[in-house]
C-alpha cells in the first residue's frame, strides 16, 4: 500500500523559514517525479515545485528563489525547505508522487504565516 505522509507544518512569521517533509512508503521512490502543491482557502490547489527521478527542479514563479525542493531516495525522503515566508504562503502543502498513469497524494500539512 501507497502512504505518502508530509509533516513539519506550522505556523511561522512572515520572513521566516519552515521545512516541509514527504515520508513514502510502498513505492520505488527513486522512479517517481515528486511534486509540493498546495491549497489555500477558497482557491484551487496548485503546482509549486517538481524534482523529476534525474534531480531536475522546477517551481513555480511565485516561490523561485525562495522555496526548494530536494529528495532523498535512500530515506525515500522527499522536502521542501521554504524561506522568506509571506502571508499569501498560506495553505494547505500536499505531496505528489507521479509516474506515467500513477499518481499518489499526501494528507497534507498546513503552513501558515502570520505575525
Known amino acids: 500500500q501507497v502512504q505518502l505522509v508530509e509533516s513539519g507544518g506550522g505556523l511561522v512569521q512572515p520572513g521566516g523559514s519552515l521545512r516541509v517533509s514527504c515520508a513514502a512508503s510502498?513505492?520505488?521512490?527513486?522512479?517517481?517525479?515528486m511534486n509540493w502543491y498546495r491549497q489555500a482557502p477558497g482557491k484551487q490547489r496548485e503546482l509549486v515545485a517538481t524534482?523529476?527521478?534525474?534531480?531536475?527542479?522546477n517551481y513555480a514563479d511565485s516561490v523561485k528563489g525562495r522555496f526548494t525542493i530536494s529528495r532523498d531516495n535512500a530515506k525515500k525522503m522527499v522536502y521542501l525547505q521554504m524561506n522568506s515566508l509571506k502571508p499569501e504562503d498560506t495553505a494547505v502543502y500536499y505531496c505528489n508522487a507521479a509516474r506515467f498513469s500513477e499518481v499518489y497524494w499526501g494528507q497534507g500539512t498546513q503552513v501558515t504565516v502570520s505575525s
Open positions: 524534482i523529476t527521478s534525474g534531480s531536475t527542479t
Open positions: 510502498g513505492i520505488i521512490l527513486r522512479v517517481y517525479t
